[in-house]
């Protein structure tokens, strides 16, 4: 008879939940940084590069066991963080590339128009809610919070966030044709187009 898996113990638990605690914390940090600054056409690489790595931390907690709060109600952790201001900057920072479309369910392949810096601070309210839990000692809740809203929202927001962004760099670098409308590749043109460096041509065969 196969015996059953242990499961991780505490300190393992602990472990885990303070690298996931510290990529979140690193996201949140450089999110409202690459805001903050509004270079258009340096914050598109990093916040590919951000988003990337947090993805990595959501990609972790999905391959976990479901993690069980202590408590059938949250505990209070205060009011929302008010996110208001960081989605402001990112919408003027990213100007005409800031509305996209996606596919929010590849299995009900309905198309959702949407904006960037409004699935940017809804993924930062998910991980900060998440942190906030972390901070004050519920390390069960918090690893339960990130897990059930990656799952359920930011995941996939930042799924499709980040194929967004990789389009936006591919037309630049690579002169990819892809279907938009003329302002969005213009937009990309005006904010990318003279800041980023050519791409060297291939050398003679």
């Given at each position: 008879?196969?015996?059953?898996?242990?499961?991780?113990?505490?300190?393992?638990?602990?472990?885990f939940?303070?690298?996931?605690?510290?990529?979140?914390?690193?996201?949140?940090?450089?999110?409202?940084?690459?805001?903050?600054?509004?270079?258009?056409?340096?914050?598109?690489?990093?916040?590919?590069?951000?988003?990337?790595?947090?993805?990595?931390?959501?990609?972790?907690?999905g391959?976990?066991?479901?993690?069980?709060?202590?408590?059938?109600?949250?505990?209070?952790?205060?009011?929302?963080?008010?996110?208001?201001?960081?989605?402001?900057?990112?919408?003027?920072?990213?100007?005409?590339?800031?509305?996209?479309?996606?596919?929010?369910?590849?299995?009900?392949?309905?198309?959702?128009?949407?904006q960037?810096?409004?699935?940017?601070?809804?993924?930062?309210?998910?991980?900060?809610?998440?942190?906030?839990?972390?901070?004050?000692?519920?390390?069960?809740?918090?690893?339960?919070?990130?897990?059930?809203?990656?799952?359920n929202?930011?995941?996939?927001?930042?799924?499709?966030?980040?194929?967004?962004?990789?389009?936006?760099?591919?037309?630049?670098?690579?002169?990819?044709?892809?279907?938009?409308?003329?302002?969005?590749?213009?937009?990309?043109?005006?904010?990318?187009?003279?800041?980023?460096?050519?791409?060297?041509?291939?050398?003679?065969?």
């Open positions: 008879m196969t015996e059953p898996t242990p499961g991780p113990t505490a300190p393992e638990i602990d472990e939940a303070g690298q996931i605690a510290d990529q979140v914390e690193s996201f949140l940090i450089a999110l409202r940084a690459i805001a903050a600054e509004g270079n258009g056409s340096e914050a598109i690489s990093l916040l590919l590069l951000e988003i990337s790595q947090v993805l990595l931390a959501g990609a972790r907690l391959a976990q066991l479901d993690f069980e709060p202590r408590e059938e109600y949250q505990p209070d952790v205060g009011p929302e963080a008010d996110t208001d201001e960081l989605r402001l900057r990112l919408a003027q920072m990213l100007g005409g590339v800031d509305t996209y479309t996606f596919v929010f369910d590849p299995y009900v392949p309905e198309v959702v128009t949407s960037l810096s409004d699935d940017l601070a809804s993924i930062a309210t998910d991980l900060d809610n998440g942190l906030r839990h972390y901070k004050l000692g519920n390390i069960d809740e918090a690893l339960w919070w990130w897990q059930f809203s990656y799952v929202n930011w995941g996939n927001l930042a799924g499709a966030a980040l194929n967004a962004l990789i389009t936006v760099v591919a037309h630049d670098r690579f002169d990819t044709d892809f279907e938009a409308e003329a302002e969005v590749v213009a937009a990309v043109d005006e904010m990318l187009g003279s800041e980023m460096p050519e791409e060297p041509a291939p050398p003679p065969r």
